[in-house]
């Protein structure tokens, strides 16, 4: 299986991204990690375009081709990054989920941007204006939306495991 985690800088994505995969012993894709390592190899701060996201793909879908159970964390901002993980898994020939991270409180959610810690060396975290100005397709009708500012992260992690339903751990 696939789990796509989509959503804006600082809404949670990554924590609770993080959290289902240790708990179900999940690979977990990070395009944040990929991209800064790009940078790193470029010498350079500039944008990576659609590098990190393709790599992330093909590391998604190596995985999944050995049967493991992926979950796949990055903004997600645009149809066609959506479109492309689609694509991972059904080349992969497994079920895929989407899930859309929010955070509907507005003043946490500027919080959490303003004051969060980068976790991958030398990676900018976005401003606020930055968020708030980002190109963000609406999803439609697809992904299940989980609201950080409403359920802390354990019990997020828990209704997913229920709503897609994941019914055993997967191996290691």
């Given at each position: 299986?696939?789990?796509v985690?989509?959503?804006?800088?600082g809404?949670?994505?990554?924590?609770?991204?993080?959290?289902?995969?240790?708990r179900?012993?999940?690979?977990?894709?990070?395009?944040?990690?990929?991209?800064?390592?790009?940078?790193?190899?470029?010498?350079?701060?500039?944008?990576?375009?659609?590098a990190?996201?393709?790599?992330?793909?093909?590391?998604?879908?190596?995985?999944?081709?050995?049967g493991?159970l992926v979950?796949?964390?990055?903004?997600?901002p645009?149809?066609?990054?959506?479109?492309?993980?689609?694509?991972?898994?059904?080349?992969?020939?497994?079920?895929?989920?989407?899930?859309?991270?929010?955070?509907?409180?507005?003043?946490?959610?500027?919080?959490?941007?303003?004051?969060r810690?980068?976790?991958v060396?030398?990676?900018?975290?976005?401003?606020w204006?930055?968020?708030?100005?980002?190109?963000?397709?609406?999803?439609?009708?697809?992904?299940?939306i989980?609201?950080?500012?409403?359920?802390?992260?354990?019990?997020?992690?828990?209704a997913?495991?229920?709503?897609?339903?994941?019914?055993?751990?997967?191996?290691?």
């Amino acid at each position: 299986m696939l789990i796509v985690f989509g959503g804006l800088p600082g809404s949670g994505k990554t924590t609770v991204a993080r959290a289902l995969a240790r708990r179900l012993g999940a690979v977990y894709v990070r395009v944040d990690t990929i991209e800064q390592a790009i940078r790193v190899s470029n010498d350079s701060s500039e944008d990576v375009g659609p590098a990190g996201y393709v790599v992330a793909y093909g590391v998604a879908e190596d995985n999944l081709t050995l049967g493991r159970l992926v979950i796949a964390d990055s903004v997600n901002p645009l149809t066609i990054t959506r479109d492309a993980w689609l694509a991972v898994a059904a080349r992969s020939k497994v079920r895929v989920a989407e899930v859309e991270v929010i955070c509907s409180n507005k003043i946490e959610h500027r919080r959490r941007v303003e004051t969060r810690k980068t976790d991958v060396e030398g990676l900018v975290k976005p401003t606020w204006q930055e968020v708030v100005e980002r190109a963000y397709d609406d999803w439609g009708q697809r992904p299940v939306i989980v609201d950080t500012a409403a359920k802390d992260v354990q019990e997020i992690v828990d209704a997913l495991i229920v709503e897609l339903r994941i019914d055993r751990p997967h191996p290691v």
